[in-house]
């Protein structure tokens, strides 16, 4: 759980999301993070995860790929592109949602987390398979990441109204974006 909670570049995009649109658009980007982690999970569990980590021009390719969609939608919150209506809820929900999904797919190290944390409790004398241990106890940490997110999207939420006077949703939607580019730059000149 304390893991769960460190900030990350998941929970800074969930907080980012509730703080600019609100906590339904916080919430959306919590489920996204939370599904787009099964797929580290099955990746974890069927061996993808040694190969990106076997793999280091793989691992900086998912890497760069992953800062690149970053400040891509840093740079849009940034600079919107054209007027929204804001009774696009819905249509914002699912962006948010589909975004959020992108966002954790692309993000190598949580494939790395599972390939160094969950062996250490996979008990290969077992008589359950290995890539049931692995796919048990990814959702257990999934579980206890999205608890984490919750959480986040919760205190993101209770501080959205000292940010929400009028005309502040600009700016605060900027200075997300900005947190966001400033993510996908560090991650990019670690790459370097």
Same mark, same amino acid.
């Given at each position: 759980m304390a893991f769960a909670c460190m900030p990350g570049p998941a929970i800074l995009y969930m907080s980012a999301q509730t703080l600019a649109h609100g906590h339904r658009a916080g919430l959306m980007a919590a489920l996204g993070i939370h599904l787009g982690c099964y797929v580290h999970i099955a990746g974890a569990s069927i061996g993808l995860a040694a190969l990106l980590h076997h793999a280091p021009a793989l691992y900086t390719a998912v890497r760069t790929a992953g800062a690149l969609y970053m400040l891509w939608l840093g740079g849009r919150m940034i600079v919107p592109p054209g007027a929204r209506a804001e009774t696009e809820t819905r249509p914002r929900q699912r962006k948010v949602l589909h975004?959020?999904?992108?966002?954790?797919?692309?993000?190598?190290?949580?494939?790395?987390?599972?390939?160094?944390?969950?062996?250490?409790f996979v008990d290969p004398a077992a008589t359950t398979p290995d890539w049931l241990q692995f796919l048990l106890l990814g959702v257990i940490v999934n579980g206890a990441f999205s608890l984490g997110d919750l959480a986040s999207v919760g205190i993101a939420s209770l501080a959205a109204? *000292?940010?929400?006077?009028?005309? %502040? &949703? *600009?700016?605060?939607?900027?200075? %997300? &974006?900005?947190?966001l580019v400033g993510l996908s730059l560090a991650i990019m000149l670690r790459i370097l």
């Open positions: 975004d959020s999904i992108v966002v954790e797919v692309l993000n190598p190290k949580t494939a790395l987390f599972f390939l160094t944390f969950l062996p250490q109204p *000292l940010v929400s006077t009028p005309g %502040s &949703g *600009l700016w605060v939607s900027r200075i %997300s &974006g900005c947190i």
